[in-house]
């Protein structure tokens, strides 16, 4: 299976301020299609996970424009621009491109 | 609203059994592909089970497979996960989660993730 690995594992941070998050895949994510499959997944504390984006920079309905992804290949990040209080939570990037999907460790994201 | 419900879980002793179930509302259930996914107190998210929008198809993570049979039921709009054989490390919330794309085969159903999850329903195996 693809491995997925996550950095920093913990990440205060300061309200207002960006933060990023770094993901890698063991191998590349670009799909024989073409694509790359490559989500984000935000989990509030008590809450179950929630997508926040897939195909590595499509944000789904309803995540404020602050939060961005990019990257390519074994390469990925998620980018907070201005961290806001119910950011905290711990997010999780999640590879789809290879059999069978495979979850990064998680980045817990808390307020310094 | 598109939701989703499991119930089921509990206490039980290594060995035992236990059926969760996860209505869908909201959506045509019987179009999408549906996972089981898993959180073992403390830690990270862990894919346990996909059955495709019609049932044909079933996969498992092989820390569960042989143990574990996903079913759907789309007369019920329902999920299941029957467990068996049950070790303390099966002790985890158990989410069920829905495919994001309509019918599809099985093997694209992690492309987009998980676009909808449940709640959750906590299994914990004790004795």
């Known amino acids: 299976d693809v491995v997925m690995t996550q950095s920093p594992l913990s990440l205060p941070v300061t309200l207002g301020q960006p933060a990023s998050i770094s993901c890698r895949s063991s191998?590349?994510?670009?799909?024989?299609?073409?694509?790359?499959?490559l989500n984000w997944f935000q989990q509030r504390p008590g809450q179950s996970p929630r997508r926040l984006i897939y195909k590595v920079s499509n944000r789904d309905s309803g995540v404020p424009d602050r939060f961005s992804g990019s990257g390519s290949g074994t390469d990925f990040t998620l980018k907070i621009s201005r961290v806001e209080a119910e950011d905290v939570g711990v997010y999780y990037c999640m590879q789809g491109t290879h059999w069978p999907g495979t979850f990064g460790p998680g980045t817990k994201v808390d307020i310094k | 609203q598109v939701q989703l419900v499991e119930s089921g879980g509990g206490v039980v002793q290594p060995g035992r059994s236990l059926r969760l179930s996860c209505a869908a509302s909201?959506?045509?259930?019987?179009?999408?592909?549906m996972h089981w996914v898993r959180q073992a107190p403390g830690k990270g998210l862990e894919w346990v089970a996909v059955i495709s929008y019609d049932g044909s198809n079933k996969y498992y993570a092989d820390s569960v497979k042989g143990r574990f049979t996903i079913s759907r039921d789309n007369s019920k709009n329902t999920l299941y996960l029957q467990m068996n054989s049950l070790r303390a490390e099966d002790t985890a919330v158990y989410y069920c989660a829905k495919v994001p794309q309509i019918f599809g085969v099985v093997m694209s159903y992690y492309y987009y993730g998980m676009d909808v999850w449940g709640q959750g329903t906590t299994v914990t195996v004790s004795s």
């Open positions: 909201g959506f045509t259930f019987s179009s999408y592909g």
């Open positions: 191998q590349s994510l670009v799909h024989s299609d073409g694509n790359t499959y």
